[in-house]
């Protein structure tokens, strides 16, 4: 089987286009959404729209419990503030009622799936050092888990000797590691490569690729001045950080 698996699209519905159109080339029988629909970029509504109509699973993302007003705002930095308040006053009840009811984790006979970390998926713990992955390793039990939250598409591994961190673009997973796997962001990447991430993986190769996608930045960040969004989350877009 073949699973596509993306996160963090962030109301970017150019760059969710292009991911789903490269998606459509790639023979996918799933595709997960690990969180993130809304917050920072312009078209939530339709972002959510097309993720409900295209994804098998969609799990629940800090912006998308704030959006809905299920979290709290207050440890967001300003302009994440700033595009929430925005989100929340464009929300139609439909998408929001849909945010309400996202669950937290997903998991399938080999794998995890969480917005953020295995060990409490409602309290968005960052996963960025191998120190972090080697605590999450002890809350899961599958081979892999996958998680999106910080931006960055990064491989965690772990043997009976070591946990390293992984920047390969194609990595076989083999029988003697587990796997914490983040599969960067489709709206709003931070590797200091603007162009949207996602993954595929293949379980029968058992094989997961990365997939790095060209969309038409200028437009989003039209729409982007046109809702009137913060200039510094323009910006970033156009540099991925
Ligand atoms: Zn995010």
Not at 12 to 20: G, I, K, P, R, T
Not at 46 to 51: A, N, R, T
Not at 114 to 130: A, F, G, L, T
Not at 209 to 235: C, H, K, N, S, W
């Amino acid at each position: 089987m073949r699973v596509a698996i993306i996160s963090d699209i962030h109301s970017n519905y150019v760059s969710l286009e292009a991911v789903f159109c490269d998606i459509d080339q790639q023979n996918v029988d799933q595709i997960i959404c690990l969180g993130d629909i809304v917050g920072y970029g312009p078209a939530p509504n339709e972002c959510v729209d097309l993720v409900r109509e295209r994804a098998d699973v969609c799990l629940m993302g800090n912006h998308d419990a704030a959006a809905a007003g299920l979290d709290s705002i207050e440890t967001f930095n300003v302009f994440a503030k700033d595009a929430i308040l925005w989100t929340q006053k464009v929300l139609t009840e439909m998408t929001r009622d849909y945010l309400s009811g996202l669950p937290f984790v997903h998991t399938s006979p080999d794998a995890v799936y969480v917005h953020s970390s295995p060990d409490r998926p409602e309290e968005w713990n960052y996963i960025v050092s191998v120190y972090d992955a080697q605590n999450q390793f002890l809350h899961f039990g599958a081979q892999v888990c996958f998680v999106g939250h910080t931006h960055v598409g990064v491989i965690f591994v772990q043997n009976q000797f070591s946990h390293k961190i992984s920047r390969e673009k194609t990595r076989e997973l083999n029988q003697n590691e587990r796997y914490i796997i983040n599969v960067g962001a489709v709206g709003q990447p931070r590797d200091y490569d603007s162009a949207a991430s996602y993954g595929i993986w293949d379980t029968d190769s058992n094989k997961f690729v990365y997939r790095r996608i060209e969309y038409d930045i200028p437009q989003t960040q039209f729409q982007m001045e046109q809702a009137g969004l913060p200039q510094y989350l323009i910006e970033r877009l156009g540099d991925g950080r």
